[in-house]
């Protein structure tokens, strides 16, 4: 079975930046969509950042000037730079991503979260 570990969630000052992690390991065919989306609560969870295997990516609107997606498909690997941290971006922060598998189909894997905590 897939997994996905996330790494890198912590406190940053506002202003700050932070860097999130995303590894998948296990048994792998092939990786489509790589990304993070996040949840506070009262609020549904939320696209924040997504990546195409050619390096493709979506923002949402709030993080697109500040947030930067990328991935090492060697590695299997998504990461999130987060620059600018805002106390609205303090959030339970989730790795995704859509397997391809040997049949053609497609999956969907979620990590457990990782807080990010932004002070004023």
């Known amino acids: 079975q897939v997994q996905l570990v996330e790494s890198g969630g912590g406190l940053v000052r506002a202003g700050g930046s932070l860097t999130l992690s995303c590894a998948a390991s296990?048994?792998?065919?092939?990786?489509?969509?790589m990304g993070w989306f996040r949840q506070t609560p009262g609020k549904q969870r939320e696209l924040v950042a997504a990546?195409?295997?050619?390096?493709?990516?979506n923002y949402a609107d709030s993080v697109k000037d500040r947030y930067t997606i990328a991935r090492n498909n060697a590695k299997n690997t998504v990461y999130l730079q987060m620059n600018s941290r805002k106390p609205e971006d303090t959030a339970v922060y989730y790795c995704?991503?859509?397997?391809?598998?040997?049949?053609?189909?497609?999956?969907?894997?979620w990590g457990q979260g990782t807080l990010v905590t932004v002070s004023s």
């Open positions: 995704n991503t859509k397997l391809v598998q040997r049949n053609g189909g497609y999956l969907a894997v």
């Open positions: 990546i195409t295997r050619g390096g493709i990516p």
């Open positions: 296990g048994s792998i065919f092939s990786i489509n969509v």
